[in-house]
């Protein structure tokens, strides 16, 4: 079983607030093993819960937040080329640890692991 089935299975058994399917294609995502086991950069919408992972163009799992691959609707302003440079109010950024989503907010009052 590749790295990806792996993880994807752990989200999908995973008790979270953050249910599975709202983490968008995660099983064709190329994970590496370092953000496999730690914290993926990602943002998530407040109204729907929706969670996004942030990606380079070719898929891939970033190492930093990016706001280029959100979708359409989450972001208020581009630039002249397209190029995202503010979301609406409604998205955080955070990051994804297994099925959790952790704000910037709950990094500063971290929850044990159990």
Do not use: K
């Not at 979270?16 to 943002?43: C, D, K, R, Y």
Request: glycine share 8%; charged share 20%.
């Amino acid at each position: 079983m590749s790295s990806n089935e792996e993880l994807a299975m752990m989200l999908a058994s995973a008790r979270s607030e953050v249910a599975p399917e709202s983490i968008p294609s995660v099983q064709s995502l190329a994970f590496t093993p370092n953000l496999s086991v730690g914290f993926m950069p990602a943002f998530r919408h407040q109204g729907s819960g929706e969670v996004r992972l942030c990606q380079f163009s070719d898929g891939s799992i970033s190492t930093v937040h990016l706001i280029d691959f959100l979708p359409e609707d989450w972001v208020m302003e581009r630039d002249s080329e397209g190029r995202p440079l503010a979301l609406v109010g409604a998205i955080e950024a955070g990051f994804l640890r297994g099925a959790d989503f952790w704000s910037l907010g709950d990094l500063l009052h971290p929850r044990l692991d159990g």
